[in-house]
Nanobody, 125 residues
Framework: QGQLQESGGGSVQAGGSLRLSCVASDYTYRDNCMGWFRQTPGKEREGVAH????????HVADSVKGRFDISRDNAKNTIYLQMDALKPEDTAMYYCAAGPTACGGHWIMPGTDSWGQGTQVVVSS
């Protein structure tokens, strides 16, 4: 499995912003699907945003569209999740992923999935 390292989580008040980063190995990053998922206890994992690093195509879930944005920096093998206008319901553990699942159903990619350890986001009202 490829290594993924997230950073950037934390606590913020509603309406605030955070930017999550996910650094991947060169092998994991290149021409792959990568994405951000979130999960809270007792709920299913939710795909938040997805990107194809080869061409830069992106997809953002309707639940966060207009507030969240995903981007990449090829020179750093890094993807980002910019989260603005945060709401308490955005509180979750956020995971970076690479591979078929990270395509989010928008692209087809062979191979195996890699997951980061997760970074906690807490939004207070």
């Amino acid at each position: 499995q490829g290594q993924l390292q997230e950073s950037g989580g934390g606590s913020v008040q509603a309406g605030g912003s955070l930017r999550l980063s996910c650094v991947a190995s060169d092998y994991t990053y290149r021409d792959n699907c990568m994405g951000w998922f979130r999960q809270t206890p007792g709920k299913e994992r939710e795909g938040v945003a997805h990107i194809y690093t080869g061409g830069g195509s992106t997809h953002v879930a309707d639940s966060v569209k207009g507030r969240f944005d995903i981007s990449r920096d090829n020179a750093k093998n890094t993807i980002y999740l910019q989260m603005d206008a945060l709401k308490p319901e955005d509180t979750a553990m956020y995971y970076c992923a690479a591979g078929p699942t990270a395509c989010g159903g928008h692209w087809i990619m062979p191979g195996t999935d890699s997951w980061g350890q997760g970074t906690q986001v807490v939004v207070s009202s």
